[in-house]
């Protein structure tokens, strides 16, 4: 079960914790499959909930506003967002990472750019 494995995960790393923590979540979108929104939704929420419960600052952040502060384009597609992460971080960083991976990265960097050290 994700939410059982997302707490085994951040249990086994909670020395992470021991400075105030910042996550940032990008929320749910909607898809015209309902099964997949249903599904990013019960994983935005899973996620929220365990990072909050271990003390952490949790922000929810819109798809378009992060690529619109990261990438000067709300609309931006995968394509940009990979080449953007590619050319920021090109040592952690690799042409055959999924996409997720790319978008990560620049949350993480919008969550930064944000909320500072």
């Not at 952690?92 to 790319?102: G, I, K, P, R, S």
């Amino acid at each position: 079960m994700l939410y059982d494995d997302l707490i085994k995960f951040v249990e086994d790393n909670l020395y992470i914790f021991k400075h105030k923590v910042i996550v940032v979540v990008e929320n749910s979108i909607y898809i015209q499959n309902v099964r997949a929104t249903i599904g990013i939704s019960q994983t935005v929420a899973a996620s929220k909930l365990v990072f909050n419960k271990f003390g952490a600052a949790v922000f929810g952040i819109d798809n378009k506003s992060w690529k619109k502060d990261v990438l000067a384009s709300g609309k931006a597609e995968k394509s940009l967002i990979k080449k953007f992460a590619l050319t920021k971080w090109p040592d952690d960083l690799n042409e055959t990472m999924d996409q997720d991976f790319f978008d990560a990265a620049c949350i993480a960097y919008y969550g930064f750019s944000k909320f500072g050290k």
